[in-house]
């Protein structure tokens, strides 16, 4: 069974002391594709240089809520700049994150939000979103822009939530939480999802799945991701592997 891990971030510091070798360890387990995240602006850079180095590799870049502040015209024109590099599949992660008190003000995270979706209807790239707590605001902006499509990373909403996402042509992102014991929510999501929107990541270093949870997560975890899914969905995990690899080189666009 191969695994394509639709969202990482292996530019992460916990990966500074054993990184080259984690990445050769990544292709003898049967890891066929990784897309790199950034979050920051040198994480957006960091991805593009993990995209040119490793084969298997691609990046997204993007300045995540948390950084929203920084989001200018200077910091747009850099990220349009990196976005011309070939492996450059998707502007990300982008979004709103209304939970943590001390994060941009919902204002300024709105902002940056849409000066980045911008960007990517510019350049015809998919978006990678980040959704906490802002479920309607984080629609109401995708609906701004009906020709760009994209993926909820890390899906935490509702049923009904995903269809509506799922309206507007988005992927839904699962993550090693759907085997958390306290999953039913995100675990019926993933039971209604049609299998062709299906996307599977780890968000490494974090959301690592039970059994590994609380230590640093990698691709290889996300066997568990789709045993989990598989197995409530009652179809072969081989069946679903196969539907996620494709649904994400569909929204990269990688033949």
Excluded at 42 to 52: F, N, T
Excluded at 153 to 166: A, D, N, Q
């Amino acid at each position: 069974m191969f695994i394509f891990d639709s969202h990482a971030h292996y530019d992460d510091e916990s990966f500074d002391e054993d990184r080259e070798e984690i990445l050769r360890e990544l292709k003898e387990s049967n890891v066929i594709g990784v897309l790199n995240c950034g979050s920051s602006l040198q994480g957006a850079r960091d991805s593009v240089r993990l995209a040119k180095e490793n084969d298997i590799f691609y990046a997204a870049v993007g300045i995540h809520p948390e950084y929203a502040d920084i989001v200018d015209e200077g910091v747009i024109e850099e990220l349009r700049e990196l976005a011309k590099y070939e492996k450059v599949r998707a502007i990300g992660e982008i979004g709103l994150d209304y939970y943590y008190e001390e994060n941009p003000p919902r204002e300024i995270q709105r902002v940056a939000f849409v000066k980045q979706m911008q960007l990517a209807d510019e350049l015809n790239l998919p978006v990678i979103i980040h959704n906490r707590d802002a479920h309607a605001d984080t629609l109401e902006i995708l609906k701004m822009f009906p020709k760009v499509k994209g993926v909820i990373h890390c899906f935490s909403g509702s049923v009904e939530f995903s269809r509506e996402c799922i309206k507007l042509g988005y992927y839904i992102g699962f993550t090693g939480v759907v085997t958390f014991k306290n999953a039913r929510k995100i675990i019926e999501v993933a039971k209604d999802v049609p299998i062709d929107r299906i996307l599977v990541e780890t968000d490494c270093p974090y959301m690592a799945p039970t059994p590994f949870r609380g230590k640093r997560n990698r691709s290889e975890y996300i066997n568990y991701v789709l045993e989990e899914i598989a197995n409530n969905r009652g179809i072969a995990i081989d069946t679903l592997s196969n539907h996620t690899i494709s649904n994400t080189k569909e929204l990269l666009k990688i033949k």
